[in-house]
């Protein structure tokens, strides 16, 4: 069962890891996104809640903004709603503070480096008042090729483990270190494992 698990994992794993890949080489060309929208237009200053992913650069940016006035034209579709975008290529995603008004600085907290970015801030109103939150993140896609490739990497390292093991055994040789076990079959002289394989005359 552990086995099963751990072979869907690392299967998973190697189709997200060639993915990435892909995307990360063609958003040097073109820059991917969506958006989903959700406009309340029951209220009587309708608001926009957005999320948004998208790769450009190499980067991987993430966006939610909630409670924002809507600043879409009004024949955009309302209510659930995505968008699906292929631009040509935008820079590497960075992150500008929302100062609507003169001298405010929003930010609760963030950090990043290294092409890592994360930002949380609650933009106020004129008068000083929260008025919408917004997080961002921004995660490097050859972060995200190399968390995706552990599980893969393991398993092949796994099979190649198997395969060395078969090979020595059939072969009559201790399976842990090779020697040549046909004079000794029940246990390995050089290193001391006990051999449960039949040995071949
Ligand atoms: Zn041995």
């Known amino acids: 069962m552990k086995k099963i698990v751990f072979r869907i994992a690392a299967g998973a794993s190697l189709i997200m890891w060639v993915a990435t890949v892909c995307i990360w080489f063609m958003s040097y060309h073109r ?7 959700d406009v309340d237009l029951e209220l009587d200053f309708p ?5 948004k992913l998208a790769v450009a650069h190499g980067g991987l940016f993430y966006l ?8 879409y034209s009004i024949d955009q579709e309302v209510g659930v709603n995505w968008h699906l975008q ?9 992150f500008t503070p929302y100062r609507p008004f003169r001298g405010q600085t929003n930010l609760i907290s963030g950090g990043g480096g290294e092409g890592f970015e994360f930002k949380h801030q609650l933009v ?4 000083g008042r929260p008025f919408f939150r917004q997080t961002i993140f921004v ?16 398993s092949l390292i796994r099979v190649r483990h198997r395969r060395t ?3 020595r055994a059939a072969m009559g040789l201790c399976r842990k270190c090779g020697y040549d076990l046909r004079a000794s079959p029940a246990r390995c002289p050089e290193c001391g494992a006990v051999s449960d394989f039949e040995i071949p005359v």
């Open 124 to 127: 106020p109103d004129y008068q």
């Open 86 to 94: 292929s631009n040509p290529a935008e820079a590497y995603p960075r």
């Open 64 to 71: 939610s903004q909630f409670g924002a006035w809507r600043v």
């Open 139 to 154: 995660i490097p896609m050859p972060a995200i090729a190399m968390i995706s490739a552990v599980l893969p990497v393991l």
């Open 165 to 167: 093991h078969c090979r």
């Open 47 to 51: 608001y926009v809640d957005i999320r």
């Open 31 to 37: 820059t991917f996104s969506v958006e989903r929208h």
